[in-house]
């Protein structure tokens, strides 16, 4: 089992930055695939980004490519989302979820993920 938390969000003006952390409690962080997710008010749960175990592997949903960029450091236990450009549509609850998994793949479904941290809130004022 692995607990996640969540970290970094904030309020950031339209066109800045922010890079949210994910860490991992347990030893075995690098035989998870990870993910980030988001939740505006609203609206469902959406996919941003996943990485597989090893960070051979990533993906992003079309709506960040090029803005956001998902990474992981098994050394630290911790995954990160960098993000860039932001719209005042990127503001939601943003989650990061892991998958018990050792392959090069990758995940989009929320329904794939084992566990949930408790989400991080991000705000981009326009």
């Known amino acids: 089992q692995v607990q996640l938390v969540e970290s970094g969000g904030g309020l950031v003006q339209a066109g800045g930055s922010l890079r949210l952390s994910c860490a991992a409690s347990?030893?075995?962080?690098?035989?998870?695939?990870m993910g980030w997710f988001r939740q505006a008010p609203g609206k469902e749960r959406e996919f941003v980004a996943s990485?597989?175990?090893?960070?051979?592997?990533?993906y992003v949903a079309d709506s960040v490519k090029g803005r956001f960029t998902i990474s992981r450091d098994n050394t630290k236990n911790t995954v990160y989302l960098q993000m860039s450009s932001l719209k005042p549509e990127d503001t939601a609850v943003y989650y990061c979820?892991?998958?018990?998994?050792?392959?090069?793949?990758?995940?989009?479904?929320?329904?794939?993920?084992?566990?949930w941290g408790q989400g991080t809130q991000v705000t981009v004022s326009s």
């Open positions: 347990g030893r075995t962080f690098s035989r998870y695939a």
């Open positions: 990485i597989n175990w090893s960070g051979g592997s990533a």
């Open positions: 979820a892991a998958r018990l998994e050792i392959s090069s793949n990758y995940y989009t479904g929320s329904h794939e993920y084992h566990y």
